[in-house]
């Protein structure tokens, strides 16, 4: 599984809609040096096509448009936003899988899914299409994840690299969303 690190300036680039660069690492490869990627155009499918051509299924940004980060998500990509720091720590720590540690959040961009369940700002969930997550909200499966209809409750587990909203319910053919 490769990721893709979107970069500036040797730290995570704070925004992927106009990063120039990203870095690519195999998860398997004990490869110290990523190999890096000119972004020189911005069309969504341009990018994501050169990011499928190069085996990605994991992007890991600062801040990403929604339209942008719905698009990735779609064509198969998990997107994990709002991350910072230096690009070696950001990798070690994705290999490490330490990426929810505070000190990789970007300032003022706490996970929704925690404010979701504190009952804060992060609680509009889409139901149609999309990860079935709030927005921000991580979309890096853990070992447990679970897929689940929204409308009769099956759930089933959740297929690395497939997101939950292109499953559809035995029972009732509904999009699932994340569990």
Request: aromatic share 6%; net charge positive.
């Amino acid at each position: 599984m490769n990721a893709a690190f979107s970069i500036w300036e040797e730290r995570i680039a704070p925004v992927f809609d106009v990063a120039s660069q990203v870095a690519i690492v195999d998860e398997e490869s004990g490869d110290t040096e990523p190999d890096r990627i000119s972004l020189t155009c911005h069309v969504p499918e341009t990018v994501i096509s050169t990011l499928l051509g190069r085996r990605v299924s994991i992007l890991i940004c600062g801040a990403i448009s929604r339209p942008l980060h719905d698009t990735f998500v779609l064509r198969g990509i998990a997107v994990h936003p709002f991350v910072a720091g230096e690009l070696a720590t950001v990798i070690r720590a994705w290999r490490e899988k330490r990426l929810k540690e505070d000190c990789f959040r970007m300032p003022g961009c706490g996970y929704a899914a925690d404010r979701a369940h504190a009952g804060g700002h992060g609680q509009r969930f889409r139901r149609r299409g999309g990860s079935g997550l709030p927005y921000g909200a991580s979309v890096i499966p853990t070992e447990n994840a679970m897929c689940r209809c929204p409308m009769c409750g099956y759930a089933l587990v959740h297929e690395p690299g497939v997101p939950c909203s292109r499953q559809r319910c035995p029972n009732c053919h509904a999009p699932m969303v994340r569990a």
